[in-house]
């Protein structure tokens, strides 16, 4: 499934993908990285995507990135703001929820 990670990852969200360490890579999954931002995606025959908990992401221009994502056939859903920004949830290929926030002018 590291093809669907790199498709939604890098070619969605624009996060270059980074080398796993030679000892981890064997392990499968694949990580991306930008400035401080790490994604590290695991494989696992037994995975289920949880419920609530997921990561979210602070983004400029959260209005573009919704109409590329709807665009690409991805569900997007709105959220109520939070003191400071507005934000969307959308899954990725695995059915993790992904958090999306940009800051609000103040």
Request: with cysteine.
């Amino acid at each position: 499934a590291e093809d669907r990670a790199r498709a939604f990852y890098h070619g969605v969200l624009g996060i270059p993908e980074v080398p796993k360490p030679a000892h981890m890579a064997k392990r499968g999954g694949c990580w991306f990285a930008r400035g401080n931002l790490k994604v590290h995606l695991g494989a696992d025959a037994n995975f289920h995507a949880a419920q609530k908990a997921h990561p979210a992401f602070v983004v400029v221009d959260l209005r573009s990135l919704a109409a590329k994502l709807t665009a690409l056939g991805y569900k997007v859903r709105e959220d109520v703001p939070i003191e400071g920004y507005v934000r969307m949830h959308v899954d990725d290929p695995f059915g993790n929820r992904i958090e999306f926030m940009e800051a609000c002018a103040a």
